[in-house]
């Protein structure tokens, strides 16, 4: 399948084609080389990411870890074909020695939150859930507006268990001890 950015037609991008593209290029992801356009977020999406986001980095100040949101750029796959770049909602980093002059992260990430919406369902939980689970991220949560619900998928032997949470619950991050995301305060009304 041929794609298309600017006057460039190719079978296959790279981070090397998307970096070309420059700041005031359209927001995509490249997922083994083939462009996916991303609209802007809704309210919500971003009002959900950032009540996730700033949990998250309340819990870590003074620790090793770093919580980030998007639009941070993740090359997963940077040490070989270098054509998936993708960027989650929210990421955690534990290991600083992947963010790359402030950038990109290297590799996978520790944790990962896609919140989901009608137009990117299938793309965070079929087609990025795959390239996260090869990638290695140890932790990845599809968290769902409408239903008010987190999926949480922990890496476990190679494999994703997924231990589902409702709006009323404390969610664990494992890999993250002793952190819990209040998902009443996430999803509370506006």
Same mark, same amino acid.
């Given at each position: 399948?041929?794609?298309? @950015?600017?006057?460039?037609?190719?079978?296959?991008?790279?981070?090397?084609?998307?970096?070309?593209?420059?700041? +005031?290029?359209?927001?995509?992801?490249?997922?083994?080389?083939?462009?996916?356009?991303?609209?802007?977020?809704?309210?919500?999406?971003?009002? &959900?990411?950032?009540?996730?986001?700033?949990?998250?980095?309340? &819990?870590?100040?003074?620790?090793?870890?770093?919580? &980030?949101?998007?639009? &941070?750029?993740? @090359?997963?796959?940077?040490?070989?074909?270098?054509? *998936?770049?993708?960027?989650?909602?929210?990421?955690?980093?534990?290991?600083?020695?992947?963010?790359?002059?402030?950038?990109?992260?290297?590799?996978?990430? +520790?944790?990962?939150?896609?919140? *989901?919406?009608?137009?990117?369902?299938?793309? +965070?939980?079929?087609?990025?859930?795959?390239?996260?689970?090869?990638?290695?991220?140890? !932790?990845?949560?599809?968290? +769902?507006?409408?239903?008010?619900?987190?999926?949480?998928?922990?890496?476990?032997?190679?494999?994703?268990?997924?231990?589902?949470?409702?709006?009323?619950?404390?969610?664990?991050?494992?890999?993250?001890?002793?952190?819990?995301?209040?998902?009443? !305060?996430?999803? !509370?009304? *506006?």
């Amino acid at each position: 399948m041929q794609t298309t @950015r600017g006057n460039e037609i190719k079978e296959r991008y790279t981070y090397d084609d998307y970096a070309s593209w420059g700041e +005031d290029a359209p927001r995509c992801e490249i997922i083994d080389g083939v462009i996916y356009d991303m609209s802007a977020p809704t309210m919500y999406h971003q009002l &959900f990411a950032g009540r996730f986001h700033t949990q998250l980095a309340n &819990f870590l100040k003074g620790k090793k870890c770093l919580a &980030f949101f998007s639009p &941070f750029d993740v @090359r997963l796959n940077y040490d070989t074909n270098d054509d *998936i770049v993708v960027q989650p909602d929210v990421l955690v980093i534990c290991d600083r020695s992947k963010i790359e002059n402030g950038k990109h992260c290297l590799g996978a990430p +520790d944790f990962i939150i896609e919140v *989901i919406s009608p137009s990117n369902t299938k793309h +965070d939980t079929k087609i990025k859930y795959q390239k996260y689970l090869e990638a290695g991220v140890r !932790e990845y949560w599809i968290a +769902d507006p409408i239903e008010k619900t987190v999926a949480a998928h922990r890496l476990i032997d190679k494999q994703y268990n997924c231990t589902n949470y409702k709006h009323t619950d404390g969610a664990p991050v494992l890999i993250l001890e002793n952190c819990v995301i209040n998902l009443t !305060e996430v999803f !509370e009304e *506006i």
